[in-house]
């Protein structure tokens, strides 16, 4: 992750000397790390309590009351159309600090700062595939991480788990079944915690984030929620 990191620090040098840009389109914007007018009314976020509270779909959510996965919540900051599934490219291909910011402290406003129901938990974000680590050199969904454990002061574990099977990202059209794409594509290193908060980019279908919280139930953590930058789910 240092290759990301200095690669960071090299974009908020050059943005130091050029004009402010936008984080959704690149265009101007008026203030560093904020959007412009057009990408902000294009910003959805997702309103607490508007959403179901295991999957971040519609209420009521008829697959959720039918059956409780292991996720006892998920949360989202947005949906993921507009200036969020902007967003999440820009962060995820070409490693924008911008978008980064933006999206790490809309995670962290999920959260009440040091919040007490918290202190038992561990962050751990959900690994990403070793051939786009290789492509990125850095896992987006533990640099979003950073934010929300300073938020709640609580330990990020970004090697808690791990993937043993490559998989084909979820919203590829190889995939007939996300379910079976990610099954058995984890493993869970250690986790000294028996609460852990999960973080990815984005939720799909809930799939991924089910099967990691499966293997890390099955390893003995207690308590699994999870959050996540932007939802596709309706």
Sequence with gaps: MARWWLRQLSRLLETSLLPRVCPGCGGAARVAGTLCPACARMLEPVVAGAACPQCCG??????????????????????YRGTAGGLVRRLKLEG???????????????????????R????????????????RGFNQAAALGTFVARRLSVPLKEHALTRVRETEPQGSA??????????????????????????DDVMTSGATLRECARVLRRAGVHEVEAVVAATARR
């Design 58 to 79: 519609g209420l009521p959510c008829d697959d959720c009351a039918r059956f409780r996965g292991p996720i006892g919540r998920v949360q989202a900051a947005f949906h």
């Design 96 to 118: 924008d600090s911008g978008a980064l910011g933006l999206l790490g402290r809309a995670l962290a406003r999920r959260f009440v700062r040091g919040d007490a129901a918290y």
């Design 120 to 135: 038992r938990f561990v962050v751990v974000p959900v690994p990403l595939a070793r051939r786009r680590w290789r492509e």
């Design 174 to 199: 190889l995939v007939n079944s996300r379910r079976r794409n990610v099954e058995r594509a984890f493993a869970v290193r250690r986790v000294s915690k028996t609460c852990v908060l999960l973080v």
